[in-house]
Nanobody, 121 residues
Framework: QVPLVESGGGLVQAGGSLRLSCAAS????????MGWFRHTQGKEREFVGD???RLADSVKGRFFISRTNAKSTMYLQMNSLKPEDTAVYYC???????????????????WGQGTQVTVSS
């Protein structure tokens, strides 16, 4: 198991910025992929981006993902936030070296508890 803990969520006005953090502990060396998903009530959990550079079209040019060299912390920098970005954001990790679809949540083994991001208009 690789526990993941998100932090940094909160309330922000449209146009503002937030940075989410995902802290990993334990056997982080077995986690080859990390990504961010978000969930809004009534919708499927949605891929946001991953450390390999993939980003959902809806966040390209606004969101940026990075990770420390030690693989212990991943960040999601969110700029120019919009009300439609309001969601619970989840950090995810995978022990797989390969997946046919990193955009799908089934590719990931480990999940954080989620952090709420609310963007007011």
């Amino acid at each position: 198991q690789v526990p993941l803990v998100e932090s940094g969520g909160g309330l922000v006005q449209a146009g503002g910025s937030l940075r989410l953090s995902c802290a990993a502990s334990g056997r982080t060396g077995t986690m080859y992929q990390m990504g961010w998903f978000r969930h809004t009530q009534g919708k499927e959990r949605e891929f946001v981006g991953d450390i390999s550079g993939r980003l959902a079209d809806s966040v390209k040019g606004r969101f940026f993902i990075s990770r420390t060299n030690a693989k212990s912390t991943m960040y999601l920098q969110m700029n120019s936030l919009k009300p439609e970005d309001t969601a619970v954001y989840y950090c995810a990790g995978s022990s797989r070296l390969y997946s046919s679809n990193w955009y799908d949540q089934s590719a990931y083994d480990y999940w954080g508890q989620g952090t709420q991001v609310t963007v007011s208009s």
